[in-house]
């Protein structure tokens, strides 16, 4: 089992946000309960709070990603048949456990990629989108390459991908950034995908949240406009998977992977109360 690439995939540091910049697979960090409400997701809004237990602090979660060699390894820490359900879950979100996820994809030509999007294959679609924001420089996102990536984002957020729904959000923050006249407008969007990405039972957009209201925080009444937009998004996401003849989104998150969450976040908290 690949240690590094756990590591990686589940602790998301303070500025986790740049991921999406480099166009690479987004990092994971897992602090939900599978049942999460609407009530719940507006407590992420109004208190910065993912849950009722084990809600780490930044410096905490960032703890374990020096981790060292006398700390627990992978093997140590999950069982065999949770990885294989962490893996499984983690891949049918748009999340790259160990960099396999796409990697036959990469090779393929955009005009192949293109047949195999139109084909409804969210792995095709996800690469498009990474092709054309790592062509991007900064934040200077062209309209056209937006519209694209986020075009493409959406497909496969359709398709059952979470991850690409943190991505719409990081692609608004760099027009935000780029247009400060429009800031305040463009930053409900990006709230809006990572709410959707709550309902959807998406721990990164659950950290990603934490992370913007604390940069970026918003009132109380700019959080319910937003959560009513986001709601939209939702039922309209939902709807298109109706009309490809797709199930309702599962938006569960398996038990075996909130524990694998846990014991990491546990290790990260105790290795914060040795510092």
Not at 47 to 65: L, R, W
Request: charged share 20%; glycine share 4%.
């Amino acid at each position: 089992m690949r240690n590094t690439a756990f590591f990686a995939l589940v602790i998301v540091t303070g500025v986790g946000l740049f991921l999406y910049f480099n166009a690479k697979q987004p990092q994971m960090v897992l602090n939900i309960d599978n049942r999460e409400t609407k009530q719940s997701a507006n407590k992420v809004f109004m208190d910065v709070t993912v849950s009722s237990q084990n809600n780490y602090s930044s410096a905490e979660q960032k703890s374990i990603s020096s981790a060292t060699a006398s700390e627990p390894t992978f093997n140590e820490l999950v069982r065999p048949e949770e990885a294989a359900i962490w893996n499984e879950w983690c891949e049918d979100r748009g999340y790259d456990v160990d960099g396999s996820l796409t990697r036959s994809y990469d090779a393929l030509s955009d005009e192949v990629l293109l047949t195999l999007a139109n084909q409804h294959d969210p792995k095709a679609h996800l690469v498009l989108a990474n092709r054309i924001i790592a062509a991007q420089s900064g934040l200077n996102v062209s309209h056209e390459a937006l519209t694209k990536a986020e075009g493409h984002l959406y497909a496969a957020s359709v398709l059952g991908y979470t991850s690409t729904l943190a991505t719409l959000s990081e692609l608004r923050l760099r027009v935000a950034f780029k247009n400060p006249k429009q800031k305040n407008v463009i930053l409900a969007d990006a709230y809006k995908f990572l709410y959707v990405g709550v309902k959807r039972g998406d721990p990164n957009s659950i950290t990603s949240l934490e992370v913007l209201n604390k940069t970026n925080p918003i009132s109380d009444q700019e959080a319910t406009m937003i959560m009513a937009n986001a709601d939209v998004v939702y039922d309209e996401l939902s709807e298109q998977r109706k009309l490809l003849g797709l199930p309702s989104f599962d938006n569960s998150v398996p038990i075996e992977v909130q524990a694998i969450v846990k014991r990491v976040q546990q290790m990260s908290f105790n290795n914060e109360l040795m510092k």
